[in-house]
């Protein structure tokens, strides 16, 4: 699953890691997840400011049903954080390696994700006030609570100052909870372990989301989506365990790509009419069962499909992937406060063609922004000493500039 590292040019815009903890397959799967992403928001924006040309396709219009789904790449993003997260538990438990510090644990968490967040945020906070003319006093709350990040808990609707931060609260969730939850990966027996982490995902898959309807606060919680944290979980499991070193096969390739349709169909809805009645909540329970399963299958052909496999270890795909995390950050507000440029291209007149020509315009714009801000933030913090540089950096201009003084 390792492979050299990116070319000389990619490799500037590459995550720091080492070479042991590089897996191509975990940033290809963050590829997919953020390329659907923006993908959805990208519909959504343009139908917004020139439904003459880019209102959404008649309803059960296939194109129609796929951007809709396009969110679920959220979904895709918890899975991977979820096995990201347990990797290192997992090794302790199951190799035996050294524990995991929880103190390092929660200080990484702080020190690599904090600072690119509030930049953001706090950009975000400034281009309503400046350019959009909002009041920084009825924004001031909502920044407060969105850094916090218990802005759904509190106001149970997405950040106004950047809506997409609505499932970074739930990561941080789930942050919180992961040196606990991992005392799954403690159980001895493969079986009993596995089982249990399987049973887990079912209750939490039926259960939670029920818990999380009783109230708009809890909707966007980490109630609604830990079966996928636990999806990631058992694939951390397989991952230690070996499993997904096995021989690829074009099988898997079928499998995953047998999974697209459903997956669209199960969460937009169309199609179990046929199958389930549509007054009982068969459906409902239908797709929230079904989903975790379905991205697990096209998590395991990651690893183990042939031509997945190869498009996921693609440096450029890998490269972008590594910088998700900006990318998703920074990829709503820059279509929401630029796509007034390009709205009115649609020289086809055909609405997947001129979605095709947005797309080929604003997202190579969308990366290359975020590009930058990776290199000039995000980057350095994946450098897990910078605080103690910067400390070291501030009292030595501390000195030189007592030193002037006197």
Request: glycine share 4%; with cysteine.
């Amino acid at each position: 699953m390792q492979q050299d590292r990116h070319p000389r040019f990619l490799a500037r815009f590459s995550r720091v890691t080492t070479r042991e903890t590089f897996v191509p397959e975990v940033d290809g799967l963050r590829f997919l997840a953020v390329m659907a992403v923006i993908a959805f928001h990208l519909a959504i924006n343009l139908a917004s400011r020139n439904p003459t040309a880019f209102a959404y396709p008649v309803p059960g219009d296939p194109l129609h049903l796929a951007l809709r789904s396009g969110e679920l790449g959220v979904q895709l993003f918890f899975i991977v954080s979820g096995l990201v997260l347990a990797l290192p538990f997992a090794r302790h438990h199951l190799l035996g390696e050294r524990p995991v510090s929880l103190r390092a644990y929660f200080l990484r968490r702080l020190t690599r994700l904090e600072p690119p967040y509030a930049l953001v945020m706090i950009g975000c906070f400034l281009l309503l006030v400046v350019v959009h003319g909002r009041s920084p006093a009825a924004l001031a709350p909502h920044l407060l609570a969105s850094l916090l990040y218990v802005h759904d808990l509190v106001y149970a609707r997405d950040s106004v100052i950047n809506n997409v931060a609505w499932s970074l609260e739930v990561e941080i969730q789930f942050y919180l909870l992961v040196p606990w939850l991992t005392l799954l990966l403690a159980i001895r027996s493969p079986a009993v372990r596995r089982t249990v982490i399987v049973a887990a995902v079912v209750l939490t898959s039926l259960v939670g989301p029920q818990l999380a309807g009783v109230s708009p606060h809890l909707e966007n919680t980490l109630l609604r989506f830990a079966q996928y944290f636990l999806v990631g979980f058992l694939l951390a499991d397989l991952m230690v365990s070996g499993q997904l070193r096995r021989p690829r096969s074009l099988l898997w390739d079928a499998l995953a790509l047998a999974t697209v349709p459903l997956v669209v169909l199960l969460h937009t809805g169309t199609g179990v009419a046929t199958w389930l009645p549509s007054d009982t909540p068969a459906r409902w329970v239908a797709a929230e069962l079904a989903l975790p399963w379905l991205f697990l299958v096209v998590c395991l052909a990651a690893f183990r499909g042939v031509v997945l496999n190869a498009f996921l270890r693609v440096p450029l795909v890998t490269t972008v992937g590594g910088m998700c995390y900006s990318i998703y950050l920074l990829h709503n507000v820059l279509l929401n406060n630029t796509l007034f440029v390009t709205k009115d291209l649609a020289p086809t007149g055909v609405y997947g063609l001129d979605l095709a020509v947005q797309a080929l315009v604003m997202v190579p714009f969308v990366v290359a922004v975020s590009a930058v801000f990776f290199v000039l933030v995000e980057r350095p913090c994946m450098d897990r000493t910078w605080p103690q540089r910067l400390r070291a950096w501030v009292v030595a201009r501390t000195r030189v500039t007592a030193d002037v003084g006197r």
